[in-house]
């Protein structure tokens, strides 16, 4: 009209342009009320109720009730019920597999017919009647055939879960499709990347992960299923990621029903940290039979230590003992030195990026040397060119020369 407000004349004239006929038609009042949702909720009519109504936004033909397909729970005795709160994504996948099918629980339908503002669309405040006059209720409620309580049906017409009450009215309305969700990345090193993922889970069954735009996996959001799982956050860790890479993460929501649009975005691992580890267990390095103005020695066994990350140069330097004996060290990165390799170097370089380094020590005791009491010697691995300086200095060696 729109109807004037309240304190204006209202003429029948403009009530029945309003509905799309002849302004001279014969109008009766309880046919009019009839025809505007909820002006009959107290059972009385007034032309003052008719006051600033309009329908002129929606698409639908005003003045009628359209069929909509409704999907509910029929107990094994019988029973009519909605689907409980807890049980909602069953409801949008028109599925009975969180009821007691073991006790004959089963889903079922019926049409019915709503005062629906858009054509086959449904909105809180809509109100579900058994005809399409408008004339009495939809049985689908509670005080009706459902028991006193909260109850859910499912509106195929629509697409829609939504909670009816008693006087048949229609709230919490929430599409059957999962909503989109969204996801951070709250943790990261050189081969994982954690994501948190935060999304209404009313009707979401499965998280649905992608890396790359293939799938990886399919996780159980931490909660669903209820009207309040609104803002759920769910956690995922990506492993066996490559350092210092980039990759586009994907997450969507599905059901049995369908599912949501892919959400995507990029995120990175941390590149690799340069570090020592399996660095050889402290050992003796003891001459005890050392003979005076005679050179001595004594080489170690074959050892190994590890590193990992991106390196460059591997720098071994060996703390010296008391007086003038020496101790060398000799390293390979393709296999044991050996008792033949050149041991004249006491903090040898080489070119060592990752992996396995070989070495072993030489205790040499020079012909004019001094005997010396038992000393630990620190042994300090360092590499350094790659993306970053790795440093150990766990190792020591404890020598000794006693002579004869």
Sequence with gaps: MPIKDAGASLSFSEINDELGESSTNTLDILSAAQQFTGLLDDDSISMNEFYGLTFQAGSGTYGTRNSHAFRFVVEGDGTKKGFADGQLVDAAENDDTGLNTAAGDAVSGQSDFVDDYINNDLTNGDTVFANSTGTTLTNLRPGGDFASGTHFMLDTTANDIFQIDSNADV????????????????????????????????????????????FIDNILPTSSGSIGNTGIDTNFTYTGLSAGTSYTIGVRQANTHDSSSLITADYSTTAATTAWSSVPADFNLHIEDATDG????????????????????????CQQPTGNAELFVALSTSGDPGAGATYNATNPTISHTSGTLHMRFKLVEPNNSSPFSAEDLTITFTNTGGSSTATNNTLQINAKIVER
């Design 171 to 214: 709230s919490n309305v929430v599409s059957r499709v999962p909503s989109n969700p969204s996801h951070s990345m709250t943790a990261r090193d050189n081969d994982e990347i954690t994501i948190k993922i935060t999304s209404d889970t009313i009707v979401t069954r499965d998280l649905l992960l992608y890396r790359g735009g293939t």
């Design 294 to 317: 005679f050179p001595d020695s004594l080489l170690s066994g074959a050892l190994t230590a590890t590193l990992t990350g991106t390196g460059g140069t591997t720098q071994v330097t």
